[in-house]
């Protein structure tokens, strides 16, 4: 059974670096045809994916998050990292990361996922 797990900090300054990682258990990031990726949900809105890495180290961002995402890996501690730079008000959300099925839209494992608050 895959198991994911969010961690950092729950309170970040605006125009600050947004930065969590994700430690995944009972399966290897570097599985073949698997991406891992991040997703948040703002306060009374739907989900948003962020963007993913996949099994062969390659990145994907959202368009509209492209600029301020960095997605990277530890592969000797299984987990991977989300940097969200430059955050504002607006950035306040819960950040899950989560398993994507190849290159589908498809997320069959998730984490439970962590509130950050973008605030002074």
């Known amino acids: 059974q895959v198991q994911l797990q969010e961690s950092g900090p729950g309170l970040v300054k605006p125009s600050q670096t947004l930065s969590l990682t994700c430690t995944v258990s009972g399966g290897s990031i570097t599985t073949n045809g698997y991406g891992w990726s991040w997703i948040r949900q703002p306060p009374g809105k739907g989900l948003e994916w962020i963007g993913s890495i996949g099994f062969t180290d390659n990145t994907d961002y959202s368009p509209s998050l492209k600029s301020r995402s960095s997605i990277s890996r530890d592969t000797s501690k299984n987990q991977f990292t989300l940097q969200l730079s430059s955050v504002t008000p607006e950035d306040t959300a819960v950040y899950y990361c989560?398993?994507?099925?190849?290159?589908?839209?498809?997320?069959?494992?998730w984490g439970q996922g962590t509130q950050v608050t973008v605030s002074s």
């Open positions: 989560a398993r994507r099925y190849a290159s589908t839209w498809y997320f069959d494992y």
